[in-house]
């Protein structure tokens, strides 16, 4: 009775493993790109989707909806992060039903279709910014628990997860990386107590090339392309080669002082410009990162070792509306005729 009962239980056995496994967030396979749309000269939606599937690039960052987008992006099977723009976030804080309308017009309408992978509520919120985005600070984490809330009621919340994008702005103590710790704790440790509690990634920007310009008398250039030939910066039982390596583990450092030592981070940009009016901002420098980081993030780092670094390069295309500095208008990996800058490997 015993071999009888195991043999006719074990393919339903399977088949709910199958299920459980069909329903979790599966890995990025190979990098993703950030669709950045700031541009009045870029491809049409589907152009950039063929472009995406073209190169095998597997994942897909958008800092808008958009729906021709979306509609482009049905049947691709291209991993998909979707922000909430800082300027919806305090009508979504304010109001659930905000949230659940803002779910339904641009998740549900289109899943599964679309592989949606995370939602990223508001994008490089500083409450150190006096000027543009201190002002959603209070909104944040309630837009986060109302979108939360929203997709929890679709049923979706194992497949589809919500988080926020921060950048290494508010870590403070940064050097060596142990020592980091968020600078403004009221803002950013419950955030992370909810990413424990929802059991999502924590989203990070991380940008070698803004810490390198910003700190040149300090910081090497080697050490921020991934040239180094050896530790540049020893910090106990961690050597850091690069910088990438050492921002990434400054803001694990600070993620486990807020008590999210299970939260994992995705690395939702980082790039190089090719051009910028600097010694720095050359297409020789910008191929050698990104052609060295889509290889290095397969590792992991010093403190998170043995495990890919879901990563999402900064960004498609370059983008000529873009604000700023003429280099953020250059850091993309085509042309916006589509023709590759650097000639990548994605896979």
Same mark, same amino acid.
């Given at each position: 009775?015993?071999?009888?009962?195991?043999?006719?239980?074990?393919?339903?056995?399977?088949?709910?493993?199958?299920?459980?496994?069909?329903?979790?967030?599966?890995?990025?396979?190979?990098?993703?790109?950030?669709?950045? $749309?700031?541009?009045?000269?870029?491809?049409?939606?589907?152009?950039?989707?063929?472009?995406?599937?073209?190169?095998?690039?597997?994942?897909?960052?958008?800092?808008?909806? &958009?729906?021709?987008?979306?509609?482009?992006?049905?049947?691709?099977?291209?991993? !998909?992060?979707?922000?909430?723009?800082? $300027?919806?976030?305090?009508?979504?804080?304010?109001?659930?039903?905000?949230?659940?309308?803002?779910?339904?017009?641009?998740?549900?309408?289109?899943?599964?279709?679309?592989?949606?992978?995370?939602?990223?509520?508001?994008?490089?919120?500083?409450? &150190?910014?006096?000027?543009?985005?201190?002002?959603?600070?209070?909104?944040?984490?309630?837009?986060?628990?109302?979108?939360?809330?929203?997709?929890?009621?679709?049923?979706?919340?194992?497949?589809?997860?919500?988080?926020?994008?921060?950048?290494?702005?508010?870590?403070?103590?940064? !050097?060596?990386?142990?020592?980091?710790?968020?600078?403004?704790?009221?803002?950013? &440790?419950?955030?992370?107590?909810?990413?424990?509690?929802?059991?999502?990634?924590?989203?990070?920007?991380? =940008?070698?090339?803004?810490? =390198?310009?910003?700190?040149?008398?300090?910081?090497?250039?080697?050490?921020?392309?991934?040239?180094?030939?050896?530790?540049?910066?020893?910090?106990?039982?961690?050597?850091?080669?690069?910088?990438?390596?050492?921002?990434? /583990?400054?803001? =694990?450092?600070?993620?486990?002082?807020?008590?999210?030592?299970?939260?994992?981070?995705?690395?939702?940009?980082?790039?190089?410009?090719?051009?910028?009016?600097?010694?720095?901002?050359?297409? /020789?420098?910008?191929?050698?990162?990104?052609?060295?980081?889509?290889?290095?993030?397969?590792?992991?780092?010093?403190?998170?070792?043995?495990?890919?670094?879901?990563?999402?390069?900064?960004?498609? !295309?370059?983008?000529?509306?873009?604000?700023?500095? $003429?280099?953020?208008?250059?850091?993309?990996?085509?042309?916006?005729?589509?023709?590759?800058?650097? $000639?990548?490997?994605?896979?």
């Amino acid at each position: 009775m015993a071999a009888f009962h195991f043999t006719t239980q074990k393919p339903l056995l399977l088949a709910a493993l199958l299920l459980i496994v069909l329903l979790l967030p599966t890995d990025v396979q190979g990098i993703g790109v950030c669709n950045g $749309q700031l541009g009045n000269d870029l491809p049409s939606d589907a152009e950039v989707v063929a472009l995406y599937k073209a190169n095998g690039i597997r994942g897909m960052r958008m800092y808008a909806p &958009n729906p021709s987008a979306l509609d482009a992006l049905r049947g691709s099977d291209i991993d !998909f992060v979707l922000d909430v723009p800082n $300027q919806d976030l305090p009508a979504l804080a304010s109001n659930p039903n905000e949230a659940a309308q803002w779910i339904q017009n641009n998740v549900r309408n289109y899943f599964p279709d679309v592989k949606f992978r995370y939602i990223s509520v508001g994008n490089e919120v500083n409450p &150190n910014d006096e000027g543009e985005t201190a002002q959603y600070v209070q909104f944040v984490l309630p837009a986060m628990r109302n979108v939360y809330n929203a997709i929890a009621a679709a049923g979706l919340q194992d497949q589809i997860k919500v988080s926020t994008a921060t950048f290494m702005a508010l870590v403070s103590n940064s !050097f060596p990386p142990s020592n980091g710790v968020f600078g403004n704790a009221a803002f950013m &440790n419950p955030i992370i107590n909810f990413l424990v509690t929802t059991n999502a990634p924590l989203l990070a920007n991380i =940008y070698p090339y803004f810490g =390198y310009i910003d700190n040149k008398s300090n910081i090497g250039r080697e050490y921020a392309l991934f040239t180094s030939r050896g530790v540049v910066v020893q910090d106990g039982e961690f050597g850091y080669q690069n910088l990438f390596d050492a921002m990434l /583990d400054a803001m =694990y450092s600070a993620v486990e002082k807020a008590s999210g030592n299970a939260v994992e981070i995705v690395v939702s940009e980082t790039g190089w410009p090719s051009d910028g009016g600097d010694e720095a901002t050359t297409t /020789d420098n910008a191929a050698t990162y990104y052609r060295n980081a889509i290889n290095h993030v397969k590792g992991g780092t010093p403190k998170r070792p043995g495990k890919a670094i879901e990563t999402y390069l900064f960004a498609m !295309f370059d983008e000529n509306e873009k604000r700023g500095k $003429q280099s953020e208008r250059h850091f993309g990996l085509f042309t916006p005729n589509q023709q590759s800058k650097y $000639q990548l490997s994605f896979n």
